[in-house]
């Protein structure tokens, strides 16, 4: 699992889930690929094309670390040819939801640079 | 202001308004602090000793930052002798919801470590 040990670990060394969630969110391209698939559906090019940016070499490494989180479901599709189709799960559903309200509070508090 | 360029800009060195609020909250502290100020107005000592852990020159820090952002107010008690509370701002206030849900999501799916 690619969620550095540091970052997950309170103070006292116990492990915080909400540590977690925001180091998972902290991954660049996960709130990306996240919100891309809160639209539905996407096959792997699809997803590089909306997302913009993002280097195929990450990308399927972050759909692979969602995965196995089980935020992120992938089907192959027995077309001919087949092809692959990455997908929400439930749980990577309920996060989209927690994830917009992020974002719009991001947009409407935090539009001009701060910085 | 204390968050770091590279933390809140893009590919494309835009800023970005949602990197800024991932990485605003990926500060330590920080969603401690929102998430016991959502309890209602707190004298610095109350917040110290209710967040625990977190030494008093980086709580004085995170609370100088959150009220240089428009998050926390700090409110001057005119009793003798005077005290000093903070509370959370109306925007301080919608980041506290948005928040909540992200920590009900982490305590719901993230609970087991998975590192």
Chains 1, 2 share one sequence.
């Not at 940016?53 to 995965?67: A, F, Q, V, Y």
Request: hydrophobic content about 40%; overall charge neutral.
């Amino acid at each position: 699992m690619a969620l550095e040990r540091k970052l997950v670990l309170d103070d006292n060394d116990v492990y915080c889930p909400i540590r977690a969630t925001l180091a998972l969110l902290g991954q660049k391209w996960v709130p990306h690929i996240i919100h891309e698939l809160m639209g539905g559906k996407r096959r792997f090019n699809e997803l590089a094309h909306n997302i913009g940016g993002c280097n195929s070499r990450t990308l399927r490494d972050r759909l692979k670390n969602l995965e196995s989180l089980d935020i992120v479901s992938r089907n192959i599709v027995a077309t001919m040819p087949p092809w692959v189709e990455y997908d929400l799960t439930a749980k990577g559903r309920d996060l989209g939801v927690a994830l917009a309200s992020l974002e719009r509070w991001g947009q409407a508090y935090m539009d001009e640079p701060c910085v």
